[in-house]
């Protein structure tokens, strides 16, 4: 059996285990079309044929861009590792100056890109780095196709040099730079090696139950992200067929046509699906409604392992056949598990989606971290609410004096590339600075507190710190984002964009005298009384020096497109805080 040393051993050891029918199934227009392992790595193999005809040597690096996950990503990711040179995954979302950023810094050499949205954007800037050729996996006019290569690689002849480039690759070798979407400055590029991502997959899978050889994954999130792209591995190496959705709005028909057994999420799309349940709830009535809202009262009060007692689980019994079945067959049937990271997760999605029979696993990581450094796992008592989790074996985790989470393995980055002193500025020996507060209860989970740079002082030199406030009140359905600030000022206050979907059926369903535009329901003095309720159940949790004191709402939806989030969804802070000054001075000069 192939030992798994290096990323592109893993197709190789599920060809020899499994050797699977449909080992990456994506859909093209109306019909979904597979690929088996053996065809997989033949592709692969033609890729690195062509690669070495192009004259791309160890060390080499290639971009890849793609709007959405696809077969044609995994083909050239294992293609471009056998010849020992570097994939370099690049987010579709981020802007043509910051392709320009990448492309440079990364010194990139050819690019891949899926479509002609993505193409475009590389085109305007490809005159400024050293890009030899674009190749498109989408057929776009004027663009050379990826086929180009697969038949430029056709000749088996030189097969002898793609093995003689594989056996030269060692497992400490570089094998991509993710550039992290950083929350300021620019872009970091982390170098991640073979072994730290093997090892994390090696690892992660002990805490993930699957079906081995006869089930299904779906994919969405994007796989430029190592959280993503490690599932993906992990997938290959447990003989998972994988289907690749075609976008995060078409989920909910691909749950449906794939009936997958696990999915991977950010904690933004798990709201958003359970706001969408939460909404169909209304358009029932009489008993339907009552049992409805009675299964999700009862799913919020939702401990593990029986721990509610027995006339609770007898309860919950009843919920799943009456209303959580019918979530179930929403997310096409099979689903056993869930799993979330890059944010923190709601407790109550958690217990909720538990108790519906849709367990969501919260784990912990970093791209620094290849990435995970927790999970929870429902066996063996290792699934605790708000917690992400033990602690993956081999990796070591050592809670600092100011409660900074330190984290030490064979999953931690080699550095940033060509920054040696951003490198030590996070290292200290051999552990790594996680920028994330926490704590480690007496059984071992591991639970996080907060960020070490956002915390911040108001003026009367107490302490706050924002994720604490805005993971509370990011649970209320009138709160889609929020951000609270106040370093400096005398009071803590918060921005917040309204979940404007949820309020206008608020709005039909009480009967308020509100326009349903955005502009109008930020501006409402019903609806800001309304939020003010949420703020003051919010406050009486904290203490004074540290609960809202005052609030606007934006009009605005909060997207990546204007920069209010990284590509991961999380807040660019500074950058939200310019675009709203003016509703931040109105908070504390007006």
């Known amino acids: 059996m192939t030992e798994i040393t290096r990323l592109f051993d893993f197709p190789y050891y599920q060809l020899e285990k499994y050797n699977l029918d449909k080992a990456l199934t994506t859909k093209y227009g109306s019909e979904w079309k597979s690929i088996s392992t053996q065809e997989y790595i033949n592709k692969a193999n033609a890729i690195s044929r062509a690669l070495l005809k192009l004259g791309v040597e160890k060390d080499n690096k290639i971009a890849v861009i793609s709007t959405n996950n696809r077969t044609e990503w995994n083909i ?183 009936k997958p057994h696990i999915m991977t999420a950010v904690p933004r799309l798990y709201e958003k699906m359970y706001d969408a349940i939460y909404a169909k709830g209304d358009d029932l009535s009489g008993i339907k409604k009552i049992l409805f809202y009675w299964a999700i009262n009862l799913g919020l009060e939702y401990e593990p392992y029986g721990a509610n007692g027995w006339w609770y689980e007898k309860k ?83 809670i600092a004096e100011d409660d900074e989470i330190l984290v030490k393995g064979p999953n931690v980055m080699l550095g940033y590339y060509k920054d040696p002193e951003k490198t030590a500025e996070v290292m200290s020996g051999d552990f790594f600075h996680t920028g994330d507060k926490g704590k480690i209860d007496s059984d071992g989970f591991l639970s996080i507190t907060g960020r070490k740079k956002e915390m911040f002082k108001t003026s009367g030199g107490k302490y706050v710190i924002p994720a604490l406030l805005e993971n509370e009140l990011k649970q209320s359905l009138f709160i889609e984002q929020i951000m609270v600030v106040g370093e400096g000022e005398k009071m803590p206050a918060a921005i917040i964009q309204p979940n404007f979907e949820f309020i206008k059926d608020w709005i039909d369903r009480k009967g308020k005298d509100v326009n349903k535009d955005n502009t109008s329901i930020a501006n409402s003095e019903i609806v800001i009384k309304r939020i003010q309720k949420e703020i003051d159940k919010c406050n009486a949790n904290f203490g004074k020096w540290e609960q809202i004191k005052r609030f606007e709402l934006t009009p605005d939806v909060w997207n990546i497109d204007d920069g209010h989030l990284t590509p991961t969804m999380k807040m660019r802070r500074d950058v939200i805080k310019e675009i709203y000054m003016d509703l931040y001075e109105e908070i504390y000069r007006g």
């Not at 570097?86 to 043509?96: D, H």
């Not at 620094?368 to 033990?390: A, C, K, W, Y």
């Open 76 to 258: 050239m990711d294992i293609g471009i590792l056998q010849v020992g040179a570097q994939n370099i995954p690049i987010y579709p979302t981020i802007s043509a100056d910051d392709y320009e950023y990448v492309l440079n810094h990364s010194e990139s050499l050819y690019c891949f890109v899926s479509d002609d949205e993505v193409l475009q954007k590389v085109l305007k800037i490809k005159d400024k780095t050293k890009l030899k050729e674009v190749y498109s996996f989408d057929q776009v006019n004027g663009c050379k196709h990826y086929s180009e290569l697969l038949e430029l690689g056709k000749d088996q002849s030189t097969q002898h040099e793609v093995e003689a480039r594989k056996d030269a690759v060692k497992s400490s070798d570089l094998a991509t730079i993710i550039y992290t979407s950083g929350t300021t400055g620019q872009p970091k590029g982390v170098m991640l090696t073979h072994d730290n991502i093997v090892s994390n997959v090696l690892a992660s899978e002990k805490r993930i139950p699957l079906g081995y050889g006869n089930a299904k994954a779906l994919s969405f999130l994007p796989v430029c992200h190592i959280f993503e792209r490690m599932i993906l591995y992990l997938y290959q190496y447990s003989g998972m067929e994988i289907y690749f959705a075609e976008s995060i709005e078409k989920i909910s028909d691909n749950l449906k046509e794939v």
């Open 316 to 398: 919950l019994s009843i919920a799943r056949k009456l209303i959580f079945s019918k979530w179930q067959i929403g997310f096409g049937g099979n689903l056993r598990i869930m799993v979330s990271g890059s944010a923190a997760l709601q407790s109550r999605l958690t217990r909720v989606f538990a108790a519906a029979g849709l367990p969501i696993m919260e784990g912990y990581g970093l791209t620094e971290t290849s990435p995970v450094v927790s999970v929870n796992d429902l066996r063996n008592g290792g699934f605790r609410i708000g917690t992400v989790g033990r602690i993956i074996d081999k990796v070591e985790v050592k």
